[in-house]
């Protein structure tokens, strides 16, 4: 069974920082590459960045690009998205998710595994 579990979200003020990490189970985390996609409510799950499974490549949102950053430790099985400057238009459900190709995507549906999220929530 492949579990991933979101963590590090919260409520924090415009301009602060976050750091999510995500810890996988089940895979072999080293040869997947993983995500970060958000959700906002009544809006369409959007891609955040995107990691290869040795690092090399990595792909972020124009949104976010310059303020946020992906990262992974695959010793640890943890993949992190460090977001800096933050403003409330990133308050939303963050997903981590991972594929069983090791080159990263900006598409949602070529995920196969998801974790449940974890809510962040940004102050003006």
């Known amino acids: 069974q492949v579990l991933l579990v979101e963590s590090g979200g919260g409520l924090v003020q415009a301009g602060g920082s976050l750091r999510l990490s995500c810890t996988s189970s089940?895979?072999?985390?080293?040869?997947?590459?993983l995500g970060w996609f958000r959700q906002a409510p009544g809006k369409e799950r959007e891609f955040v960045a995107a990691?290869?499974?040795?690092?090399?490549?990595?792909y972020t949102a124009d949104s976010v690009k310059g303020r946020f950053t992906i990262s992974r430790d695959n010793a640890k099985n943890t993949v992190n998205l460090q977001m800096n400057s933050l403003t409330p238009e990133d308050t939303a459900m963050y997903y981590c998710?991972?594929?069983?190709?090791?080159?990263?995507?900006?598409?949602?549906?070529?995920?196969?595994?998801w974790g449940q999220g974890t809510q962040v929530t940004v102050s003006s």
């Open positions: 998710a991972a594929r069983l190709t090791g080159t990263p995507s900006m598409t949602s549906y070529s995920y196969q595994f």
């Open positions: 089940g895979l072999i985390f080293s040869k997947n590459a």
């Open positions: 990691i290869a499974w040795n690092s090399e490549n990595t």
